[in-house]
């Protein structure tokens, strides 16, 4: 693997949105945000799941909300008590990185970034309403292998991708039943999943791989 790191896609905001800018529909019932983040916690159980925080050497942070059974497995991380900070290395804590933006993790700018948009403090631009699920082949077979001889290769990627906006949103939540990596696979592929033989062909997938892969 080459040492060369692509840089995460950043989003813009909106023209003419400054940082103090509110949700008018918020405006009454929102708690001002925390303003000291720990930048070395891992992983947080809350809400449906276990949220997972990754720092990538180039910066800002990767979030993976309610990371379920086949999440906690993917990313190597024990389901009941997930290590509880991030790697001191700093090439160790990239690759982490890849691999949550891998599990459907997204990429902020920043801690407060994400708190004011998720309470709706402020109005989200357009990358930060899709939310995506990826689903891959014989990750099951690559886990159970102990020889790195006999893990077999990525064979691609299944995608599911909506906006939170969309009035008819897909039941995501029944991926939330699956047990293994192969039975999120089956169900996404039912849900209409769009398969890519090549991960790096899915432009949000890009940059979870080195450019020398």
Request: aromatic share 8%; glycine share 6%; net charge negative.
């Amino acid at each position: 693997m080459g040492s060369g790191q692509s840089a995460p896609q950043r989003p813009e905001r909106p023209s003419g949105e400054r940082d103090d800018d509110i949700n008018p529909r918020a405006r009454s019932n929102i708690c001002p945000p925390q303003t000291d983040r720990d930048l070395t916690r891992r992983a947080v159980f809350e809400g449906h799941g276990c949220t997972i925080f990754a720092y990538p050497s180039t910066g800002g942070v990767v979030l993976k909300n309610d990371a379920d059974l086949v999440d906690m497995e993917f990313l190597g991380l024990d389901r009941f008590s997930p290590c509880e900070k991030r790697y001191d290395d700093d090439v160790q804590e990239t690759m982490f990185s890849r691999q949550v933006r891998k599990a459907g993790g997204k990429w902020w700018p920043d801690m407060d970034r994400y708190v004011n948009v998720t309470v709706g403090a402020k109005q989200p631009i357009a990358e930060e309403r899709v939310e995506r699920y990826f689903g891959w082949p014989n990750q099951d077979a690559r886990s159970e292998n102990s020889s790195e001889d006999a893990k077999p290769k990525e064979t691609g990627v299944y995608v599911l991708e909506y906006d939170v906006d969309d009035p008819e949103e897909i039941e995501t939540a029944r991926l939330r039943m699956a047990i293994s990596m192969a039975e999120k696979v089956e169900l996404m592929k039912r849900m209409g999943a769009k398969f890519y033989a090549d991960p790096r062909d899915y432009e949000e997938l890009k940059d979870a791989y080195d450019r020398c892969e």
